[in-house]
């Protein structure tokens, strides 16, 4: 392919010129004419299909009518003029309306002469009309259909008064006449054969002119194969340069820490879910080249104990270990927890978190420096320059969502070699997310809850149902259970919400009065010391009840507590219920979680609500997740921009990710380095990419 021409300035495409230039670049950030050719259909239209005016009965999408204008007047209104013109095919007659360009049209509109017209159409009162419809002499438009499908761009929805679909169509058949001659393929003769794949030339000129739909759905295909085929490829092998390239510390010593927890101090026998993550993690471990492992293990599946025995895999070849959390109250839980498990075997454990005394932290400096502090836990403090380690062999990042990739590096540079590393999660990702994702760690999975946890029942209710409730509550409470209701705070409207869960502590302070209840409270505005306070005596058992904010969402674990209400459950998202829900369920009795909405939902409220209630599944509810809200927003706005995905859809397109992801395996198995003359080609464009955002500005 020649670069040069589809990084031409795309002002200089016939037919675009300086102001459609513009507004091109403004509108739709298409620049040079590579991005106009991969701006690609958002759907296609029959252009062979023909509608009757009589048989509109409800506002169209869009519908293509054969008939003639016989009457044409400019209206003049306070809000501005107007050009209507009465538009008939001998079953009805419909109005059709422009608000610009009325004197050229005007001009230019023949009277009782055979049009097609196609566009959207509204029905009001008294008829139908059809806003800036497209225009077209019957005679030129039996010309012009090659085909029965026609592209419709998803830009012209937004700019079509500016740039027509029509205009737009015909500057797409500029742009391919112009460069489809230099459209190759990367991918060998041999690979598209094998794969029956057809070829990029053929796929780009049918995506945007499709002949028929058999050939539409194999041009879609071949694009969305080589958008997810080169991604997969860039993730696997920063994967291989990694294993290659990035020392590790072996640690060859499974020791006595190990083996004397094993053997001796493990709390509860391992779920064979932990076993085999263990497993994975010693393997990595243990060889010459840094791990980087991602371990997603749903809500309360047992994460730290994992987490702990890596810690003491570290420790048994004299390395420190650092686990890392995104809030304070999660830090202090892991250190609570960690601690705990580590109890009998004089490990020196710490905790550094924004609020660690200067007293305390000065010990910790200096315990790290000289190598006898083992085990830090803490927050983002952790990464300060002034926490050096004698040596760190393995890092531990919970929650890794919240940190940015930038600053779990800051975790690697205070090492001359870089820490094995471990990201937890318990947000659970779809596979097809964490592969186009963190396709480059390698990934392990808790797919396991320890025993005898009986599922949590889910239960929605609405407002008006409250007494229930609040009936229900009082008797989970005279069993002995402990209740957490949380309420949201979401930074926008920050100050409403912050009275709401002033209101809502202040009545269920009334509706539970001392001395017979008593309640706890914590959310954001709270010091840590009083938050700590406030967790501590609700995890002894002295409160009853929790009211809080969503910064329990994490790492809270008291088992006691079998009961969570999320009030305006409807303002949640999917991923934070269940984040919520995990809170309970911990301890072998029945827990609950109760969702209270307000009685209006919406349809995709309503989706969430029964997706809680039918499954405690983190995986199940992620997909669905996906499904409703896209692979950006669950990975927040940061991580979208990792998938410059143009036509392939990461929910509708999962098989075919698969597919492109087993090829690339196999690709890479046969010729690692890609040093056969076939690959040359795929080599050559992969070095391109890592300079570019996007693969698609090459085509070859
Ligand atoms: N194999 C096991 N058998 C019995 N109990 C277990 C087992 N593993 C963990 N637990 C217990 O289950 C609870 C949850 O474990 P842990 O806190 O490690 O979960 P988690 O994966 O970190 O969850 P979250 O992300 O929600 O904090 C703890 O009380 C822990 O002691």
């Given at each position: 392919m020649?670069y040069?021409l589809l990084?031409?300035s795309?002002e200089?495409l016939?037919?675009?010129?300086p102001?459609?230039?513009?507004?091109l670049?403004?509108?739709l950030?298409?620049f040079?004419?590579?991005?106009?050719?991969?701006l690609?259909p958002n759907?296609?239209?029959?252009?062979?299909?023909y509608?009757?005016?009589?048989?509109l009965?409800n506002?169209?999408t869009?519908v293509?009518?054969v008939?003639?204008?016989?009457?044409?007047?400019v209206?003049e209104?306070?809000r501005?003029k107007?050009?209507?013109?009465?538009f008939?095919?001998?079953?009805?007659e419909?109005?059709l309306v422009?608000?610009?360009?009325?004197k050229w049209?005007?001009?230019?509109l023949?009277?009782n002469?055979?049009?097609?017209i196609?566009?959207?159409?509204n029905?009001?009162?008294?008829?139908?009309?059809?806003?800036?419809?497209e225009?077209?002499l019957l005679?030129?438009h039996?010309?012009?259909?090659?085909?029965?499908m026609?592209a419709?761009?998803?830009?012209?929805e937004?700019?079509s008064a500016k740039?027509?679909?029509k205009?737009m169509i015909?500057?797409?058949?500029?742009?391919i006449m112009e460069?489809?001659?230099?459209?190759?393929?990367?991918?060998s003769?041999?690979l598209?054969?094998?794969l029956?794949l057809?070829?990029?030339k053929?796929?780009l000129i049918?995506?945007?002119?499709?002949?028929?739909?058999e050939i539409l759905?194999?041009a879609?295909?071949r694009?969305k194969?080589?958008?997810?085929f080169?991604i997969?490829?860039?993730?696997l092998?920063k994967?291989?340069?990694?294993?290659?390239?990035?020392?590790?510390?072996?640690?060859?010593?499974?020791?006595s820490?190990?083996?004397?927890f094993?053997?001796?101090h493990?709390?509860?026998?391992?779920?064979?879910a932990q076993k085999?993550?263990?497993?994975?993690?010693?393997?990595?471990v243990?060889a010459?080249?840094?791990m980087n492992?991602?371990?997603?293990g749903d809500?309360?599946?047992?994460k730290?104990?994992?987490a702990?025995?890596?810690c003491?895999l570290?420790l048994d070849?004299?390395?420190?270990?650092?686990?890392v959390?995104?809030?304070e109250?999660?830090a202090t839980?892991?250190?609570l927890?960690i601690s705990?498990?580590?109890?009998a075997?004089?490990?020196n454990?710490k905790?550094l978190t924004?609020?660690?005394k200067?007293?305390?932290?000065?010990?910790i400096?200096?315990?790290?420096e000289?190598?006898s502090?083992?085990i830090?836990?803490?927050?983002?403090?952790?990464?300060?320059?002034?926490v050096k380690f004698k040596?760190i062999g393995?890092?531990i990042?919970?929650e890794?969502h919240?940190?940015g990739v930038e600053?779990r590096?800051k975790?690697?540079?205070?090492?001359?070699?870089?820490p094995?590393v471990l990201?937890m999660t318990?947000t659970p990702?779809?596979r097809?997310?964490?592969?186009s994702?963190?396709?480059d760690?390698?990934?392990?999975?808790?797919?396991?809850?320890p025993?005898g946890r009986?599922?949590?029942?889910?239960m929605?209710f609405?407002?008006?149902?409250?007494?229930t409730?609040?009936h229900?509550?009082r008797?989970e409470?005279?069993?002995?259970?402990?209740?957490?209701?949380v309420?949201?705070?979401?930074e926008?409207?920050e100050?409403?919400?912050?009275?709401?869960?002033?209101?809502?502590y202040?009545?269920i302070?009334?509706d539970?009065?001392l001395p017979q209840y008593s309640v706890?409270?914590?959310h954001?505005?709270?010091?840590?010391?009083?938050k700590?306070r406030?967790m501590?005596r609700?995890s002894?058992g002295e409160t009853?009840?929790?009211v809080?904010?969503?910064?329990?969402e994490?790492g809270v674990?008291?088992p006691?507590a079998?009961?969570?209400?999320i009030?305006?459950?409807?303002r949640?998202?999917?991923s934070?219920l269940?984040q919520?829900?995990?809170r309970v369920?911990?301890?072998?009795?029945?827990?609950?979680c109760i969702?209270?909405?307000?009685d209006?939902?919406?349809n995709?409220?309503?989706?969430?609500m029964?997706?809680?209630?039918r499954t405690?599944d983190g995986?199940e509810?992620s997909?669905v997740d996906?499904?409703?809200?896209?692979?950006?927003?669950?990975?927040?706005?940061?991580?979208?921009?990792?998938?410059?995905l143009k036509?392939a859809?990461l929910?509708?397109d999962q098989?075919?990710l698969h597919?492109a992801?087993?090829?690339?395996?196999q690709l890479?198995k046969?010729?690692?380095?890609?040093e056969?003359p076939?690959?040359q080609?795929?080599?050559?464009?992969?070095?391109?990419?890592?300079?570019?955002a996007?693969?698609?500005?090459?085509?070859?």
């Amino acid at each position: 392919m020649n670069y040069n021409l589809l990084e031409t300035s795309i002002e200089y495409l016939k037919g675009v010129g300086p102001q459609r230039g513009d507004l091109l670049k403004q509108e739709l950030s298409i620049f040079k004419y590579g991005d106009l050719l991969h701006l690609y259909p958002n759907r296609y239209i029959d252009r062979t299909k023909y509608y009757k005016i009589n048989e509109l009965f409800n506002n169209h999408t869009e519908v293509q009518i054969v008939g003639k204008v016989i009457h044409i007047k400019v209206v003049e209104q306070k809000r501005g003029k107007r050009l209507v013109a009465t538009f008939t095919d001998g079953t009805g007659e419909i109005e059709l309306v422009w608000f610009q360009g009325i004197k050229w049209i005007k001009d230019s509109l023949k009277l009782n002469t055979p049009y097609v017209i196609f566009g959207k159409t509204n029905r009001f009162n008294q008829g139908i009309s059809m806003p800036h419809p497209e225009l077209e002499l019957l005679e030129e438009h039996k010309k012009n259909i090659s085909s029965a499908m026609q592209a419709v761009y998803p830009s012209t929805e937004k700019l079509s008064a500016k740039i027509s679909n029509k205009s737009m169509i015909k500057l797409m058949q500029q742009l391919i006449m112009e460069t489809h001659a230099l459209f190759t393929d990367s991918l060998s003769q041999d690979l598209l054969k094998t794969l029956g794949l057809i070829s990029i030339k053929e796929a780009l000129i049918q995506i945007h002119f499709p002949k028929n739909a058999e050939i539409l759905a194999k041009a879609q295909f071949r694009l969305k194969f080589e958008e997810l085929f080169y991604i997969q490829m860039q993730l696997l092998i920063k994967n291989i340069a990694r294993k290659g390239k990035i020392k590790g510390f072996p640690f060859n010593e499974v020791g006595s820490y190990f083996n004397s927890f094993y053997k001796n101090h493990l709390p509860f026998p391992l779920t064979n879910a932990q076993k085999k993550v263990i497993k994975e993690i010693r393997q990595d471990v243990g060889a010459p080249a840094q791990m980087n492992r991602l371990l997603q293990g749903d809500v309360g599946s047992g994460k730290t104990i994992v987490a702990f025995m890596s810690c003491l895999l570290a420790l048994d070849n004299n390395f420190q270990a650092c686990m890392v959390a995104p809030t304070e109250i999660l830090a202090t839980q892991h250190f609570l927890g960690i601690s705990e498990l580590g109890k009998a075997m004089n490990i020196n454990i710490k905790l550094l978190t924004g609020s660690t005394k200067t007293a305390e932290r000065k010990i910790i400096h200096e315990e790290l420096e000289n190598g006898s502090l083992q085990i830090l836990i803490g927050t983002h403090a952790v990464f300060e320059d002034k926490v050096k380690f004698k040596n760190i062999g393995l890092a531990i990042i919970d929650e890794q969502h919240r940190f940015g990739v930038e600053q779990r590096s800051k975790l690697w540079k205070k090492n001359h070699i870089p820490p094995h590393v471990l990201v937890m999660t318990a947000t659970p990702i779809p596979r097809t997310l964490a592969m186009s994702l963190y396709g480059d760690l390698d990934i392990s999975v808790i797919d396991e809850l320890p025993p005898g946890r009986k599922p949590i029942q889910t239960m929605h209710f609405f407002e008006r149902k409250r007494l229930t409730v609040w009936h229900f509550i009082r008797k989970e409470i005279a069993k002995g259970r402990q209740v957490y209701i949380v309420y949201p705070l979401i930074e926008e409207s920050e100050s409403l919400d912050y009275k709401n869960l002033m209101e809502g502590y202040e009545g269920i302070s009334r509706d539970f009065p001392l001395p017979q209840y008593s309640v706890s409270i914590v959310h954001g505005k709270m010091t840590p010391a009083e938050k700590d306070r406030e967790m501590e005596r609700f995890s002894k058992g002295e409160t009853n009840l929790m009211v809080a904010t969503t910064v329990i969402e994490v790492g809270v674990n008291v088992p006691n507590a079998s009961v969570m209400i999320i009030e305006s459950a409807e303002r949640f998202g999917l991923s934070q219920l269940h984040q919520l829900r995990g809170r309970v369920g911990r301890g072998a009795e029945q827990s609950y979680c109760i969702l209270m909405t307000r009685d209006k939902l919406s349809n995709d409220s309503k989706i969430r609500m029964e997706t809680m209630c039918r499954t405690n599944d983190g995986f199940e509810i992620s997909e669905v997740d996906l499904k409703l809200r896209g692979p950006g927003d669950i990975m927040g706005t940061q991580q979208s921009g990792t998938l410059p995905l143009k036509i392939a859809d990461l929910v509708k397109d999962q098989d075919i990710l698969h597919y492109a992801r087993h090829q690339a395996i196999q690709l890479l198995k046969k010729d690692p380095a890609l040093e056969l003359p076939e690959h040359q080609r795929i080599k050559n464009k992969l070095a391109l990419l890592n300079k570019k955002a996007t693969i698609w500005n090459y085509i070859s």
